[in-house]
């Protein structure tokens, strides 16, 4: 009988130790495992920030390139760089491979990838201003043939229509608006944007009272609707000079100034030639207040 008791004792402990070995192996976490858990949380928290770091700062190497692309170069005439040149050198698929016998292989390649693109980018950059610098010592007197300044003073206007297909405001059909309507005072003091020659001064059907300059290497401004024109054809201006002031002559619903940018004939979008005249700030607020304006005064 003490035996059996015994031997029944001996069975329930055996029991008991495989329950209490079943709950502590598969119910806690030991130790080793807790800091693993611990610092794969921890990796995993600090990969989202920096991945959303990458993610604005690559953002913002988009609205670099866009300037480049769009504004500088237009200054320059010169072609941009290719997305080819922009990324050469990304295409190194030994050193990604080397990177999946890593732990965590996928997140630390797909992060790898993304900062050697943004550090080509940058350096693409870097190599695209050098370019443009070099250019501008080399082209100073074409600078100052390039439209890059307001044709009336900030605090003398609100943008009243931008470039671009907008509704006629008298014949009510969609038409394309070749260069930005400002909206100001009749006398507004009109100045020119780049040196260059006056070849017309004098009233323009359409556009009344009307100023064009031919600034050499293939631009033309025009100013349109002016209340008096300052200027006489064949004279030389310089930018900055006053030439007219405001009015609201030929085909205009109220006082304002027309103002065209031309490259080989064709219309260009004006807010792309005003970088000596805006901080960045103000150059963002014009290109707003441009694509937003839709109040087409001609």
């Known amino acids: 009988m003490r035996l059996a008791s015994w031997g029944r004792l001996w069975s329930m402990a055996v029991v008991l130790a ?29 990969y989202g920030i920096l991945n959303r770091r990458l993610d604005n700062t690559l953002k913002v190497m988009d609205r670099i390139k866009d300037r480049d692309d769009n504004f500088y170069r237009v200054m ?8 080819l040149q922009r990324h050469s050198g990304l295409d190194n698929e030994a050193r990604y491979r080397e990177l999946q016998q890593l ?7 797909y992060l790898t990838q993304r900062m050697d693109l943004l550090e080509r980018q940058l350096f693409a950059q870097v190599q695209s201003f050098d370019q443009l610098r070099d250019a501008v010592g080399k082209q ?29 405001p008298i014949y009510g059909s969609s038409k394309f608006h070749e260069g930005l309507d400002f909206s100001a005072s009749i006398g507004t003091p009109v100045y020119a944007t780049a040196d260059g020659e006056i070849t017309v001064a004098k009233r323009e059907a359409g556009y009344g009272n009307c100023i064009d300059i031919d ?31 405001v009015g609201s002559t030929g085909k205009s619903t ?17 807010v792309n030639y005003y970088f000596m005249d805006l901080t960045p700030e103000e150059y963002v607020e014009m290109i707003q207040m441009a694509d937003n304006a839709g109040h087409v005064m001609d």
């Open 18 to 46: 495989a329950v209490l070995f079943f709950v502590v192996f598969y119910c806690f976490d030991s130790p080793t495992e807790e800091n693993l858990r611990a610092e794969n949380a921890e990796l995993k928290a600090q």
């Open 76 to 83: 320059m005439q010169m072609d941009p760089m290719s997305p």
């Open 103 to 109: 732990s965590d292989a996928g997140l630390v390649t």
């Open 140 to 168: 100073k007197d074409k600078l100052s043939h390039i439209p890059s300044v307001l044709p009336i003073k900030v605090e003398d206007y609100t943008m009243s229509s931008g470039y671009g297909y907008r509704r006629d």
């Open 215 to 245: 600034h050499g290497y293939n631009y033309l401004t025009r100013y349109a609707h002016l209340s008096e024109i300052l200027v006489k054809e064949g004279s030389q201006v310089k930018r900055g000079q006053m030439i007219g002031k």
């Open 254 to 270: 109220g006082p304002h100034l027309h103002y065209e940018v031309r490259f080989k004939g064709e219309a260009q979008n004006p």
